[in-house]
């Protein structure tokens, strides 16, 4: 059997799990995606058993063939405080369930706290029916884990289930917790730290927004991967993990949009997300440390290296002229492929028309526009590691006669994403390979350097694009967003570096009728829409791409008649930014311009920006005005030619 991901990062005591209820498809698809995942365990949810075609011996020997061990069986709702006869019901359903798990393999079910109207309550009720279930089990060699929901009838709290398993006094009977029951009640996690470690027998994580609504409904159809939401899992885990207990790590994630979503990439999430929080914990907790063997350090992404637009020989003379409207100058021409360098100041942009190549697949795939992003980090080797470690694809490149070994991932999408760094022979790539001394750069219009990109998803792919960067590198994500479309809400949500040097938007639409959507469309799938370029002074450089021929977005007249009722502007001179056609917006330390070109190709489009005073957002409130002159000049046939 072939040593999987997990087993490289995990000691044999902290394997890893997840229910077959947290990704979408069959039961055969479910099971081969979570074993490509690198998982060591699954637990079967039992509506997944039921629906499926297999016999339960059947199940067990693919699992076992795909090197999985089945580590729970669940759920066994609504059995304990009933009263006759539905007491006997009860555990006649009960070793209806141990047959199942005869044949399944497992030794270890777990029960749910009773919902059942009829429920007496009663803690050494409770624990009666468990001695008793206790007995049976044991006679088979099974295990019961007894789980608290946030909607029990009488017991909703893990420290009275833990007493009920306190009083039952039976070791085939243990606790089994899940995050969410107890985040979302706000229980304190550390209450977690008095129970022992050996009577924990299973450990459910699940992620989730913080929302007042019904537990049940809140939980059924909101639960995220873990750094996906907002509950306190790093703590929740610490607490844990101090008891001593050394069972599987598992997710049990209801989400609708899982349930539609790609059973690989959900079950490489939950890989991904679970290995995550299991290395801050281990940041945290020295005493950890020998359970939790280290991933890599998260990458520090100091600045964007490059972007490359795959494009088509035929297209490339619009894109290039496109470029010398922004003040870009070809700087260098690789030294064996048909890749240009155009470069202004720190900013460069490699124009790639090669055939056989990475970029030819996503001209193909998604037409012009961006395929590869490069990135400044303080170790590009450490980098690498971590993203592989938490499963990223390495991506190699063949390499030419003096042609650099660059690391590499592919992403979500098909996208490349290369690590560049100045302590290793990579502070050397541009002048090596496309003959071009990076300080000599031309100041063109004025732009500095990228501030952000702006990708454009699926709503469904935005947990994703988020997890991959805030596992792989140090950043930080905002509070999300809506952002008004004519046809719909678009929902966004914006990562950075700790120092803002590296600056990520990812927009998420639901509908093809939003300008996202149609982009989503067009582009067939997840890219970076628009680029946005700072300035130090967005005057000069608007005035100075104009007369390079540059055409920008036009904004109503109404934006700027309701822009001075908004914001106290006499400083600045309205009839000229509305000349330019530059935006406005404050926060609290600092105020942002901006104007946008107009779209092009497949809806594509680039940003300029002056930040001024630590301002730290986007610009959000002119959104709307963008989008909406955007789909002017769309349904118009008014987009840029170039």
């Not at 009663?122 to 060699?141: I, K, M, V």
């Amino acid at each position: 059997m072939p040593t999987t991901a997990s087993e490289k990062i995990f000691p044999q005591t902290q394997k890893t799990s997840i229910s077959t209820v947290s990704i979408s498809g069959n039961l055969r698809r479910k099971l081969a995606a979570i074993a490509s995942a690198g998982f060591d365990g699954v637990e079967i949810f039992e509506p997944d058993l039921i629906t499926q075609e297999m016999s339960p011996r059947a199940v067990a020997k693919l699992a076992s063939d795909l090197g999985l061990e089945i580590t729970l069986f669940q759920p066994f709702r609504d059995f304990e405080m009933l009263p006759e006869p539905h007491r006997s019901r009860a555990f006649d359903r009960a070793e209806r369930k141990f047959d199942l798990m005869e044949e399944l393999g497992t030794k270890l079910v777990m029960v749910c706290s009773s919902v059942h109207p009829l429920a007496l309550g009663g803690l050494d009720r409770a624990a009666e029916d468990f001695h008793e279930l206790g007995e049976r089990a044991a006679s088979r060699n099974f295990r019961i884990g007894y789980e608290a929901l946030a909607w029990g009838r009488h017991v909703f709290d893990h420290r009275d289930a833990w007493e009920i398993v306190r009083r039952t006094n039976h070791p085939a009977v243990g606790l089994l917790l899940d995050s969410f029951h107890s985040l979302a009640r706000r229980i304190e996690p550390d209450t977690i730290r008095s129970i022992p470690g050996d009577k924990i027998f299973h450990v459910q994580f699940a992620d989730a927004p913080m929302l007042h609504m019904d537990f049940t409904y809140w939980s059924r159809h909101f639960r995220n991967m873990p750094g996906e939401g907002e509950f306190p899992l790093v703590d929740f885990a610490r607490a844990v993990l101090a008891t001593g207990y050394s069972g599987p790590v598992s997710l049990e994630i209801f989400n609708d949009r899982f349930r539609s979503g790609n059973s690989e990439a959900l079950a490489q999430d939950g890989y991904r997300a679970l290995i995550q929080l299991m290395d801050e914990v281990r940041q945290i907790e020295p005493d950890l440390r020998q359970r939790l063997p280290a991933l890599p350090r998260r990458a520090v992404a100091k600045d964007f290296s490059f972007i490359e637009f795959a494009t088509s020989p035929s297209d490339e003379r619009a894109l290039t002229g496109m470029l010398k409207t922004l003040g870009f100058a070809q700087t260098g021409r690789h030294v064996s492929k048909k890749v240009t360098l155009w470069q202004q100041s720190d900013i460069r942009i490699v124009v790639n028309t090669e055939e056989n190549s990475s970029a030819r697949t996503s001209y193909i795939s998604h037409g012009t526009g961006i395929s590869d992003i490069g990135l400044h980090v303080d170790d590009s080797g450490n980098a690498i590691d971590r993203a592989v470690a938490l499963g990223a694809t390495r991506m190699d490149r063949s390499l030419g006669n003096g042609e650099f070994c660059i690391p590499a991932i592919r992403c979500t999408g098909g996208s490349i994403v290369h690590f560049f760094d100045h302590e290793s022979d990579l502070s050397r790539f541009w002048e090596a390979e496309f003959g071009h001394d990076a300080s000599s750069s031309p100041p063109g219009a004025g732009l500095k350097r990228i501030d952000h990109i702006a990708q454009t998803t699926g709503y469904e792919e935005m947990l994703s694009w988020t997890l991959f960067y805030t596992s792989i590198f140090d950043m930080e994500k905002t509070p999300m967003q809506d952002v008004v479309d004519p046809d719909g809400l678009v929902r966004s949500q914006a990562l950075k570096s700790s120092d803002g040097r590296i600056r990520v938007t990812l927009n998420g639409s639901e509908t093809n009728s939003t300008l996202a959507g149609r982009f989503l469309a067009d582009s067939f799938g997840s890219s970076v829409q628009h680029v946005a370029f700072a300035t130090d002074d967005i005057f000069e450089s608007a005035e100075a791409m104009q007369a390079l021929g540059f055409s920008s977005l036009p904004i109503s007249e109404n934006y700027y008649v309701d822009l001075v009722a908004r914001f106290p502007l006499a400083d600045l001179d309205i009839a000229l930014m509305r000349r330019l056609n530059i935006l406005y917006d404050e926060d609290e330390k600092g105020c942002f311009f901006q104007f946008y070109g107009r779209p092009w190709g497949n809806g594509t489009f680039f940003e300029i920006v002056e930040r001024r005073d630590g301002y730290a957002c986007y610009g959000a409130p002119n959104a709307p005005f963008r989008i909406a002159a955007q789909k002017n000049l769309l349904y118009s046939g008014l987009t840029s030619s170039r």
